[in-house]
């Protein structure tokens, strides 16, 4: 029986693979489709909405030759495709430029910006969370309970962009220490991290310790305990893991939201990212651009999830995640 | 609402409910001050007409704020509420669906979860145009997909779970199993993320108003007015900080109260002051590789301390085997944990002598005890960890320990693994606990205290888990550890038929005591509590009446918090008279290595035989009644 279940762990790794490969196609392609009906759900005119009200006809009817936006749906469709697979994101309405341009000017800033604050995030919380799950595990330390609870609640209920502004005003404003603005200065990453990373930081502290919690009440904990390991080892090497699943979960939720939240804090920081462009594409009815970015952000999205399965899966020899 | 009693659930409750009032009452009372253009007073700062200062019309923006709740608010829950039930509902599904379907579902959530929740607005702020309705959908929307997927994931761990295999063994239909064994036991970490979505829906409609996609004017919310400050905040902070003050009150409202009720929701006790217990005294060794004197443990309860061990005192020799046996609640786990030092906080040890191997056991070395002091555990299916192959953690002992490199180490468990009788053990080394069957993991646990050169082996109800063949394997394997390797074995168990076979002496608990101590050899013959004479009479033998019901011991035994004073057996005794519910009786000598614990043997009042007769088929009830208690 038990060289059945050993077998079974072995192959399951081809058809996880196998799975895993065709969802990420899936929902590339399904991304791929809204990216493309976005512009023909939008009610009226998309180019006339662009150009205002003032172009004439022509013009308009000339861009909407040029866009290809005459042809039959199948056939935008298809060219759609086909443009995606030669790096074709299609022309801003708006700089008549290749979108795939302005993604290639705007995506290193805005990665470095979310890989950064990410980076902070675990190197923060997850310490931080086993340190005060130790300390208060089996209702120690109440006091210190009640402050680190407390303390994260209210910092994850700052929302990054108001979180952004009161740095401005303290760092930047009040005691001049750092740049506000920009990304050329030295240094002026260090506002927009630390705007992005502290309310997700506090989150996943809160979580880790919740989910540590509950794990040291498991029987293998005993073990290990019994076994007169050194508390570190009982804690990283026995309890951690256990409690990484939800951990990991919730941290690829939000390096989503981190992704998100760049748009917030580009805005406030005026940082050249793909954030600070999408929205003012939206604004000025740049379809094209809107269409690129959200592709750009849903694929990264899309990787990092497939990234953290790939990791739970390898973390968890019970395979329940592989056999899903 | 347990969540109140917490201050800090009070606190946030009742900013619940002023903010709830403030939504329901600002618009009627304020609405139109709130509205009032003024002129003369464009764009102004904070002052003692205007609170806030004014907007770029003149209005008011203390009124405008506390008006703005209603919208801000109702958007919000609105928000919340839409997303969590989708969430919900679309987590559960693949636990109840049939599987193709539930595939289906699952597919389809994680392909929307991967869109974050801002990028899912500003989609739809580009199809509906920038408005109300669209930030309401793309935040619910936003919500839908990651809680669902919390739920999923949350009912895949747990379903790993041994109880959910038992329910499911058991035929629980699927349905029944979701509701009354999953959704509760994941449960915390749902409403803490439902309150975390509800704070997050309001910040991010203050997110997106902010970027002039949420609320369009003439309408307002928070996120609108913080947006119309901001851009002056260098000029006059007030404008924006009023409305940024209500978005961070409203979100920690949410948050904080969510996090008690969550704490609630998990049962987690208030500990209560702890009285200071009794100071420990060393006194010089005696005999034997294990001395306990007046163990007594402590535990916290809803009414002061709770003592489930009340003043255990035995010995154990070099290599010999002792068993433990009494029913469930009599403290014999509780014994053994305190006697290998793992009883956690709050739990308090106390004795007058606590030593193993001539020392006491507070100042053994850590090393000493994982390398001489060896633990089996009840249950085999729990006490590995998942994610660790047995190798590695048989091995850490030896690495941590002894000192040895990785090679050596992995060289000995598959030596020790041997030892139990494990087939191919170097492959084995290399699997997962999932991967070996029950009787398999209980010898893996038995080589783990192999590991080192144990001295004595405490197994806590050890078979208790297993079928009967192979709990005889164990049995035997321990019994081959104390001959083989002269350990003392401590073996726990309820069942007194286990320790029979396999022990040289015999701790009989009830209530936290030992009430008689003997050795095996005289069990059957000269047994003199009513209660190990009751236990014995329970067992069934080839002689017992197969008709007849299964012979048991009427009543229950009381809870630790239960317990007066006089003999704790005494209501279930039929001996019992007036002195024996008045004062607790003391161990007695009543023969070589045998105490006995009961007054009504003191008095020399009833043999063995009388006690026999008198206890045995009485307390043993033959009929339901007796059982039935």
Redesign the interface.
């Known amino acids: 029986?038990?060289q059945v279940?050993?077998e079974v762990?072995g192959s399951s790794w081809l058809p996880f693979a196998r799975r895993r490969a065709v969802?990420f196609l899936?929902?590339l392609w399904?991304?791929v489709t809204?990216a493309f009906l976005?512009i023909h759900?939008?009610?009226g005119d998309p180019v006339r909405e662009a150009l205002g009200m003032t172009a004439s006809p022509d013009v308009v009817n000339a861009r909407r030759e040029a866009l290809g936006l005459n042809d039959s749906l199948v056939t935008q469709y298809w060219h759609y495709l086909g443009g995606l697979f030669s790096g074709d994101f299609g022309t801003s309405l708006v700089s008549g430029t290749p979108v795939a341009d302005l993604i290639g000017d705007r995506l290193p800033a805005t990665v470095q910006l979310a890989v950064t604050a990410f980076l902070v995030v675990v190197v923060v919380a997850v310490p931080v969370g086993v340190v005060m799950a130790v300390l208060t595990?089996?209702?120690?330390r109440?006091g210190a309970e009640?402050g680190f609870?407390?303390t994260s609640?209210?910092l994850?209920?700052?929302?990054e962009?108001?979180l952004a502004?009161g740095l401005v005003?303290l760092f930047g404003?009040a005691l001049g220490l750092l740049p506000v603005a920009g990304r050329d200065a030295p240094g002026s990453s260090v506002l927009p991290v630390l705007a992005l990373a502290i309310g997700p930081a506090a989150?996943l502290a809160r979580?880790v310790r919740?989910e540590l919690l509950s794990v040291l009440g498991?029987?293998?904990v005993?073990?290990?305990?019994?076994?007169?390991?050194?508390a570190r080892?009982v804690y990283v090497?026995?309890a951690l893991?256990?409690a990484l699943?939800?951990t990991l979960?919730?941290g690829a939720?939000m390096l989503?939201?981190l992704?998100?939240?760049t748009?917030?804090v580009e805005?406030v920081f005026a940082w050249p990212g793909l954030g600070s462009t999408?929205?003012g594409s939206?604004?000025q009815k740049d379809?094209p651009a809107?269409q690129g970015i959200?592709l750009v952000?849903?694929t990264g999205?899309?990787l990092v999830?497939l990234a953290v399965d790939v990791v739970l899966a390898l973390?968890?020899?019970?395979s329940?995640?592989r056999e899903? | 609402m347990r969540a109140l009693r917490t201050p800090v659930g009070l606190a946030s409750g009742v900013l619940l409910v002023l903010l709830a009032a403030l939504a329901v009452f600002a618009p009627l009372l304020w609405g139109s001050q709130a509205g009032a253009i003024d002129t003369d007073a464009l764009q102004q700062g904070s002052s003692a007409d205007h609170l806030l200062g004014t907007d770029a019309l003149g209005r008011d923006i203390f009124y405008r704020v506390l008006v703005a709740t209603r919208l801000t608010l109702g958007l919000a829950l609105l928000a919340t509420l839409v997303g969590v039930t989708a969430g919900l509902v679309l987590g559960s599904l693949p636990s109840v669906l049939p599987r193709w379907a539930g595939r289906i579902v699952t597919s389809a959530v994680n392909i929307a979860v991967a869109f974050p929740g801002l990028l899912l607005a500003l989609f739809f702020a580009v199809i509906f145009g920038t408005g109300t309705i669209g930030a309401v959908l793309a935040i619910a929307f936003a919500i839908t997909p990651s809680f669902a997927r919390l739920t999923q994931t949350l009912t895949a761990s747990i379903s790993g779970r041994d109880f959910i295999a038992a329910a499911r063994v058991c035929g629980v239909g699927r349905f029944r199993l979701l509701l009354r064994h999953i959704l509760p036991n994941i449960a915390e970490p749902l409403v803490i993320n439902a309150t975390l979505a509800a704070g997050s829906a309001l910040t991010a409609f203050a997110g997106l108003s902010f970027l002039g996609i949420g609320v369009q004017a003439p309408s307002y919310d928070w996120g609108r007015l913080l947006g119309e400050g901001l851009n002056r905040i260098y000029i006059s902070p007030a404008p924006a900080l009023g409305p940024a003050v209500a978005v961070v009150l409203a979100g920690l409202a949410f948050n904080l109260f969510g996090e008690a009720a969550a704490s609630a929701a998990g049962h987690r006790q208030s500990v209560r002051k702890a009285p200071k217990p009794v100071s420990t005294v060393e006194s010089p060794s005696g005999e034997g590789l294990l001395n306990v004197r007046n163990l007594r443990v402590s535990f916290p309860g809803a009414g002061g301390w709770i003592t489930p061990v009340r003043g255990v005192s035995f010995t154990v020799g070099q290599g010999e085997m002792i068993g433990v046996v009494g029913e469930s609640g009599s403290g014999k786990s509780l014994t053994a944990l305190a006697v290998s030092r793992l009883v956690e906080h709050p739990g308090v040890v106390t004795a007058d002598r606590l030593e193993f191997a001539g020392k006491p056991l507070r100042e053994t070395s850590q090393r000493e005890l994982g390398t001489s002091l060896a633990m089996v555990f009840q249950d085999p299916m729990t006490s590995f960890n998942p994610t660790r192959r047995i190798g590695r953690q048989l091995a850490e002992v030896s690495e941590v320990h002894q000192g040895m490199s990785r090679k050596a180490a992995s060289a000995r468990v598959v030596d020790r693994l041997k030892a139990v009788r494990i087939p191919s053990a170097e492959r084995r080394a290399r699997q997962y606990p999932h991967e070996f069957s029950g009787g398999m993991r209980q010898r893996a646990m038995i080589a783990m205290g192999l590991m080192g050169e144990p001295r004595l082996v405490i197994a806590d109800e050890p078979t208790t888990a297993l079928d009967v063949t192979v709990q005889r394997e164990v049995l035997r394997l321990l019994a081959r550890v104390q001959e083989e390797r002269s350990a003392a074995v401590l073996l726990i168990s309820h069942d007194i038929t286990v320790v029979a076979q396999t022990c040289d002496r015999v701790l009989v608990m009830y209530a936290g005591r030992i009430v008689e101590e003997l050795p095996t050899a005289e069990l059957f013959t000269s047994a003199r509590h009513p209660y190990t004479t009751a236990l014995l009479a329970a067992v069934p033998d080839l002689e017992t009446d197969r008709d007849a019901p299964l012979a048991v011991i009427p009543g229950r035994p009381p809870e630790p918090a239960e317990i007066g004073v006089g003999c704790p057996f005494a209501p279930r005794c039929p001996l019992a008279d007036q002195r024996c519910r008045e004062v607790e009786p003391e161990l007695e000598q009543v023969g070589v290595g045998h105490q006995v614990a009961c007054w009504r043997l003191a008095d020399g009042m009833p043999s063995l035989e009388e006690a026999t007769v008198v206890g045995g088929p009485a307390m043993a009830g033959r009929n339901g009644e007796a059982s039935g208690e």
Do not use: C, E, W
């Open positions: 029986m038990t279940a050993h762990t969802r899936t929902s399904v991304l809204a976005m759900l939008i009610p595990r089996g209702g120690r109440r009640l609870t407390s609640v209210v994850a209920a700052i929302p962009f108001l502004v005003s404003v989150v979580i919740v498991n029987d293998f005993r073990t290990a305990r019994a076994k007169r390991l050194p080892l090497r026995h893991p256990n699943t939800a979960t919730l939720m989503a939201s992704v998100a939240g748009v917030l805005n999408i929205v939206i604004q379809y809107v959200v952000y849903g999205v899309l999830n973390l968890d020899p019970r329940t995640i899903a």
